[in-house]
């Protein structure tokens, strides 16, 4: 099993900052793709970002504006979001995909992290 913990929502104004974090613990060999996610229009949840072993990722809705890091030592990533837009208020939730020690790899979600961009 692997535990989610999310932070780093909140209030902020229009062309304000925010920095999400989402730390994994648990039973895990390794964390291959840690993700962010948030809720769209006519689906389920979107990507919004995701750092992989392959490479990094952006919707084109964040690109320029979004930065997402990993620190593997502290089984943690991050997302670093500027610019915000009062479309950008979600609720944005952590994913991740861990091996385990059979080398199976399962999806993990996080609680979510309530972020709000208003005047």
Known sequence: QVQLVESGGGLVQPGGSLRLSCAASG????????????????????????????GIYYADSVK???TISRDNAKNTVYLQMNSLKPEDTAVYYCNVDAEN????????????TQVTVSS
């Not at 895990?28 to 389920?44: D, E």
């Not at 199976?104 to 996080?110: C, D, L, P």
């Open 27 to 54: 039973s895990f060999i390794s964390l291959k793709a840690m993700a962010w996610y948030r809720p769209a229009p006519g689906k389920q949840r979107e990507l919004v970002a995701a750092a992989t072993t392959s």
């Open 64 to 66: 320029g504006r979004f």
């Open 101 to 112: 020690s059979l080398g199976s790899m399962i999806g993990y979600w996080g609680q979510g």
